[in-house]
């Protein structure tokens, strides 16, 4: 099990499991097995079956790359922005994209990503403008182009390819001790609530994420030096000064975020 620190702006070290490379073999054939169901079920919609004659294709060239092209192109991107850096393949194996800083990626991150995994698209509209032939070549070169992918993640310290590399990112096992897979999200039924900590909103959601995070932490290890080191840090930010217990004053704190944000 290989695990890494991250440092966050808190200057704690969170740790986390990083995702073993079979598993994201395995999660990207889950998703490309998605694609390929897609692929087929949208050309026999269409056509009643997968042609591959381009005299035929030449007509249906718009329709093809907007309603089948299109979708599979982007599904890595919207899936994983939506799903809090997963794809149904991450999902079933219990993997997930974070960011370097211990927070979850922004949109620009995870456009990064997408925009590195470029080798892939050719692959996405190849089988409208080739014969079938040329796209068999195609996916062969796309495998061995792959390959490389698989060696770069193998040989890197923290299993990074080249576009965790550019967003700064990482993929790692959501059920680790200190996985992200935790929400920040907590229910405020009490219309009536009152915030005790309005400047709370100077925070970011990441910062919200790292606390929540850095909580869930000390609920496993009840570490209160690092429980007490956030809570001076928010504190200083926040420009609070009050003598309550770090684990009190934080869940406060994350109580008036979700009150606030929610209204």
Sequence with gaps: MSLI????????????????????IL???????????????????YYG???YDSAYLEGHIGLDILTISLPMLLYAPVSEILMNGQTAGKK????????????????????????????EWPFFFGYIF???EALVSY???????????VFIIAITKKNQRLG???ANTVVVNTKSPYSVNDTVFMNIADDNYIVTYPDVLMLSDR?????????????????????????VKVKKVLKIENEEKSIIFLNTLLKDYNFLAGN
């Design 5 to 24: 620190k991250i440092a966050t702006i808190f200057n704690i070290d969170l740790e986390f499991e990083i995702a073993e490379l079979y598993k994201r």
């Design 130 to 132: 080739y014969s079938g």
């Design 164 to 166: 965790d590399f550019a």
């Design 139 to 149: 996916i062969f070169t796309t495998l061995m182009l792959g390959a490389f992918v």
């Design 49 to 51: 079956g997968v042609s």
């Design 207 to 231: 910062d919200i994420t790292i606390i929540k995070n850095v909580m869930n932490q000390w609920k496993k290890e009840h570490n209160h030096e690092t429980l007490d080191r956030v809570s």
């Design 27 to 45: 999660a990207y054939l889950v998703d490309l097995t998605i694609l390929v169901i897609f692929f087929i079920s949208m050309k026999n919609f």
């Design 92 to 119: 079933v194996f219990n993997i997930r994209i974070i960011s370097l800083d211990g927070g979850e990626p922004s949109v620009v991150q995870y456009l990064i990503r997408w925009i590195f995994k470029v080798f």
